[in-house]
């Protein structure tokens, strides 16, 4: 009973954004504990076919679907060629996202529009697609990628923060609309995470490392694979009864203020 909870063999999830990162750290989360994974990512068809052959020898059944989330006739597009091709969307993780460090006076209006498109407009365009055909099976989950800046601010991530505290909201707002037919939306936030992007900065002495290492109960930064295990709850049964909740995975950041760098 406790692991048929989890079981999502045979469901099909389109993850946005999962050649590498977080959005393949779940994926591949998801597609050992039984789902087929849609794998998507805007930036090559190569930089695809990588990443469904890494799924595949993990023995993940995966699929690659290249569209820009941002730009709705493509997502129109993709949604009905993954229907045809693959089937019905049973799990839609929308995790495609993009960062501009910038501090507000000094960020151009385009640059702030654009993060705004990726990590809040195209969550909506992509859901506004898929939650049609959730709606006629009267089954479906939802997982909105947020950040702990919907939570919380921080220097020269204003349009970053912006677009993840509306993600928030309009997760609450999509599960508002959406839980009548069965259709469950939640999201993640993760908290700092060891990808090949931040490998630089994760030395001991760095000033960036040491302030997430002291600021970050569990002391360390999160493993990916550690976002597996929240992907597959909230998109299995497990979760049949949780609605727009953001479920964050941050080893205990935002649940304290913090500690003077000398305090044990
Ligand atoms: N890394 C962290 O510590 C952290 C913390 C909190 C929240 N997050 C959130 O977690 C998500 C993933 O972060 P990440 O660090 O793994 O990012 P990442 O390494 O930069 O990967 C981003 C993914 O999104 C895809 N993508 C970007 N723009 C796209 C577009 N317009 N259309 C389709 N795909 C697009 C990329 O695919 P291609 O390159 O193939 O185009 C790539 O697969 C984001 O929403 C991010 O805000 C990350």
């Known amino acids: 009973m406790s692991v048929s909870l989890f079981d999502l063999k045979g469901k099909n999830a389109l993850v946005t954004g999962s050649t590498h990162g977080l959005g393949m750290a779940m994926a591949r989360g998801l597609g050992l504990a039984g789902a087929n994974i849609i794998v998507n990512g805007n930036s090559s068809q190569d930089k695809i076919d990588k990443a469904v052959t890494e799924y595949k020898n993990e023995g993940i059944n995966a699929v690659g679907f290249k569209f820009n989330v941002t730009n ?8 009905a060629k993954i229907e045809a091709e693959v089937g019905q969307i049973d799990i839609l993780i929308n995790n495609a996202g993009i960062i501009k460090r910038t501090p507000l006076i000094d960020m ?18 992509v859901s506004k697609h898929v939650v049609p055909g959730m709606i006629k099976r009267k089954a479906g989950k939802v997982i909105n990628i947020c950040s702990m800046m919907s939570e919380l601010g921080r220097n ?19 599960a508002t609309e ?3 037919h069965n259709i469950q939306v939640n999201g993640i936030g993760p908290g700092y995470f060891a990808t090949s992007q931040t490998e630089p900065i994760r030395v001991d002495g760095h000033p960036f490392n040491d302030f997430i290492v002291n600021r970050t109960p569990a002391a360390k930064w999160g493993d990916p694979n550690d976002l597996a295990g929240a992907a597959i709850f909230l ?10 909740h953001v479920v964050y995975v941050d080893g205990g950041i935002l649940a304290t203020i913090g500690k003077p760098s000398n305090e044990d």
């Open 72 to 79: 709705e006739t493509e997502v129109i597009d993709a949604i």
């Open 108 to 125: 151009e209006v385009e640059d702030f529009k654009q993060v705004i498109d990726v990590d809040l407009v195209s969550p909506f365009i």
């Open 156 to 174: 020269s991530v204003g349009a970053y923060a912006a677009a993840k505290g509306g993600l928030k909201m309009l997760t609450q707002n999509m």
């Open 178 to 180: 959406w839980a009548k």
């Open 235 to 244: 998109s299995s049964k497990a979760s049949d009864f949780v609605n727009g």
